[in-house]
């Protein structure tokens, strides 16, 4: 048995959530994972996996074991990591998640100025319909965003920047109908927000002008477009159908083409922090390293809010 092989597989297992994804994560086969797994719990004499037709966990014993094998397994892939790389450019495949509005407007544009800078580095992007507030297993990097600081957990985060809501019109709609010149206006207005369950009919919005009042609570005027899809309702503003509510970090693309314009420029909404994370907490892998520093060579102070356009 190699034993070293058997701890990745575990390892890989538990982080993966199963045998298909494990193997298809160290490129093998399922049968392979299972006869190192079971070689694993012969020679130690315990059953580290609890396994049913429907979930997989891990025993009291595994708990111990993985928790004591991970630092050693982590440890020794960054010492094989800095020595194979020591002297060489990052490169090899990236594979990043991130909410699939955030994706189109910031990261997707960037990748080949990222690719010139680091050419033997191989980008896959995958998308999530929803603002990520945990890292995802399966990926080197995760985009997260969060509204109060991120939650506790196995994985080191570097923030981005913060992005605030904004909104925005298409020059069609304001052609036809006035801007408004404060937020209460907005009850006058069709409005394309998201609406559905656990979702806030009243929005705060605050003023960033001197001396101006601190908030107000607003409720947006009904639209005639629905949509729980924010690309759906992009689209219907594109098309001069209302106004809009976007994360500045989205629709800053919109902004700079004049495609949508701003709406109550000295008015923001809630703000969210943008992190870049990844699992583990000691080793950086260099290829990781390397998108951090570009991202954050192209965004600046992670402290303002890099993407607001007047």
């Not at 605050?206 to 924010?230: E, L, N, Y």
């Not at 976007?246 to 420029?265: D, E, K, T």
């Not at 994370?277 to 965004?299: D, I, N």
Request: a neutral charge; glycine letters at 6%; one cysteine or more.
């Amino acid at each position: 048995m190699n034993q070293l092989d058997s701890m990745r597989a575990l390892l890989s297992v538990v982080d993966q959530g199963g045998f298909a994804p494990a193997a298809q994560a160290l490129n093998t086969s399922r049968a392979k994972i299972t006869r190192l797994i079971q070689e694993l719990e012969a020679a130690l004499n315990i059953r580290l996996l609890q396994r049913t037709t429907r979930t997989l966990s891990l025993t009291e014993a595994g708990e111990v074991y993985v928790a004591r094998i991970r630092p050693l397994i982590e440890g020794l892939d960054a010492a094989n990591d800095e020595a194979s790389s020591s002297g060489r450019m990052p490169g090899g495949l990236l594979k990043v998640q991130s909410s699939l509005d955030f994706a189109a407007a910031q990261l997707i544009p960037r990748v080949p100025r990222l690719q010139r800078v680091y050419p033997q580095l191989e980008i896959e992007v995958n998308t999530s319909d929803k603002l990520l507030e945990a890292p995802d297993l399966k990926s080197d990097v995760t985009v997260l965003f969060s509204r109060q600081g991120l939650a506790d957990g196995d994985y080191t985060a570097f923030k981005l920047g913060t992005t605030h809501a904004l909104l925005c019109a298409s020059p069609r709609y304001l052609e036809a109908h006035p801007a408004p010149v404060h937020p209460s206006e907005l009850e006058q207005h069709e409005c394309l927000f998201p609406k559905g369950k656990g979702l806030a009919e009243v929005l705060r919005f605050r003023s960033t002008a001197a001396g101006a009042q601190p908030s107000v609570d607003v409720r947006p005027g009904p639209a005639r477009f629905h949509s729980h899809s924010p690309e759906a309702l992009y689209m219907a503003a594109l098309q001069g159908m209302g106004i809009i509510g976007m994360l500045s970090a989205h629709a800053q693309p919109y902004l700079q083409s004049g495609a949508l314009v701003r709406v109550l420029p000295d008015w923001v909404g809630e703000s969210w922090q943008v992190w870049l994370a990844f699992t583990g907490r000691k080793h950086v892998p260099r290829k990781v390293q390397a998108f951090l520093a570009f991202l954050r060579s192209e965004f600046g102070d992670p402290d303002a809010d890099p993407w607001q356009v007047a």
